[in-house]
């Protein structure tokens, strides 16, 4: 029998609805890792017992190159020998070709039809992973006027309904810090909930610096507020792989941000997504294509408004509008081109822009190249790529940082990677992640080692402490909610022992400790409530016999506070085998009064 001092359950598993669970545990395989990096150093190594170990480090670059034809249609099949790269001015000897394109409606169907839960049930597995492009929606309430933000919900809603199979996205909003609203999904039904949901309501830009505040105070802030919302969106898309193209919307870019502007490429890029250029040679940038939308639509000059009388009114007339038009547009334009991606401005079809962003950037080629110049003093080097073919048009990134700090790079590696405390109450130090602390971060990638469902039940009463009253019992609530109602999920997880390691011993019987967690963040990352409990297993041979042919099962329970927009992200973590699996539910899509349809023996 298993001996546990928690509620460890060895499952039968009876789930009304659940098609094909039995070949979700047996198609599952570990997802293989693309290399992913933007100017890498890659290490060769090999040792015996009587060979010194021999190191050799490259810088490659990889280069996105988005090729269309003269009607904006991705340009598909073309060859390596079509493409010419140089680096300021220099041809350079390419060492890898490759072309993407999205994963096909074939695929996706299949994909959608793999596994169907019932209700209130989540699982990480998924059947085909899109690895090559992913999207990333960001709604700017600190630069965009409420009346466009209302306009462009109702066009996100509208390209929901039409989004193409398969297709992964992300949704964030910024105002004073940067807000999930979404994590990736090719769910089309979550997406369009998701749009039409409170989580995705307008929000009044800050009131930044005060009413009697100077000008540049504000952009100041504003640009502070953008720099830091930007670090925290790339360290979120770091981890993925392939190329994120991001859709900004906005209505300008703070200007004290960039500066003049004038013959300089971009100098405050490093600034602009976490200042990756400076610590990965471009790791982060190269795969983050940034497509800058102005959600303002169409305008025209308000001299020309009711209000103005048609006779150039306030705003400085002709001559300031237009100047402030040419100068906004041109910093979204110098965003898209040192990212690799395209602005968009004066056109009410946002619907269409997204469209054109998802459908482009998902068709790209990627270029690797060792640069013949192997000097890595920090300078700006500017790319070139030329096709044999004349009329077509190339959005990729213009150039990068030549950056070698080994110190530096890994201190900000460790920064970004997370930080670690050795005791309750030592300061926190720069040391990697263990794998589970990583696959826990909200938003992380998550790692699919161990495939796992769970079935997440919310009570039906809601609870709320009074006074001094205590806690409910493994109520840790942080501080500003224990006053607030709360509502208990309980969590049933379910996974195929044949997943984890178990270690067998002289006495015939196996050993193995597994770990389960689960984490409720806020939308902007703050940890609301955790819980932990590491649980070992002893069994004998028999009962391991079952237990590889049952399953294995926990059961957490954890407090979540009634209102605010909320993220459950729960682990399994196979502590013999360091073997991770994990996955992030947006709370609002967990549905109270449902019977729980997992049926349990223990």
Known sequence: MVRSNLRLLLLVLVLTGWVGVANLWAQQSPPTAAPDAGVAAQGLQRRDDNVATLRTAVRLVLLDVVVTDGKGRPVRGLKQSDFKLLEDGVPQVLSSFQEHHPITPEEAAKAEAAVKLPPNHFTNYEPVANENAATVFLLDALDTPV??????????????KTVPPGTKIAIFQLDT????????????????????????????????????????????????????????????????????????FTARVPM?????????????????????????????????????????????????????????????????????????HGDLDDVAEATGGRAFYNTNGLKEAIAEVVDTGSNYYTLSYSPANRIWDGGYRKLQVKLAQEGLHLEYRRGYFARNDEVAENRHMAQVSGQRRLLPGQPAVNLPPTSMESAMRMGAAAPRDIVFIADVTPSADVSKAKGDEPLAKDNFLAKQYRKDAYREYQIHYSLNAQQARFMPTPDESYHGRLEFVAVVYDNTGAVVNSKSAQVPIDVDQVTYAQMLQAGLGSVQTIAIPVKGNFFLRIGVHDMSGDRVGALEIPVDQIKPGLPQTAQVKP
């Open 177 to 248: 810090q940067m807000h999930m609203i979404q994590e990736f999904t090719s769910d089309r039904e979550v997406l369009q909930q998701v749009v039409s949901s409170k989580r995705n309501q307008p929000v009044l830009s800050p009131l930044l610096g005060g009413p009697s505040a100077p000008n540049y105070v504000r952009e100041q802030l504003r640009q502070q507020y953008l720099t830091e919302g930007m670090q925290g969106l790339a360290r979120y898309l770091a981890p993925f792989p392939g190329r994120k193209n991001l859709i900004w």
């Open 147 to 160: 009346q466009a933000q209302m306009y462009l919900r109702e066009q996100m809603i509208a390209y929901m």
């Open 256 to 328: 004290p941000v960039y500066g003049p502007g004038i013959d300089v490429p971009f100098p405050d890029m490093t600034s602009f997504i976490d200042d990756f250029s400076k610590t990965t040679d471009v790791l982060t940038l190269s795969r983050i294509a940034v497509y800058p939308v102005d959600a303002r639509g169409l305008q025209t000059n308000p001299a020309f408004s009711a209000a103005g009388g048609g006779r150039g009114g306030r705003g400085g007339g002709l001559g300031g509008f237009e100047t402030r038009q040419f100068y906004q």
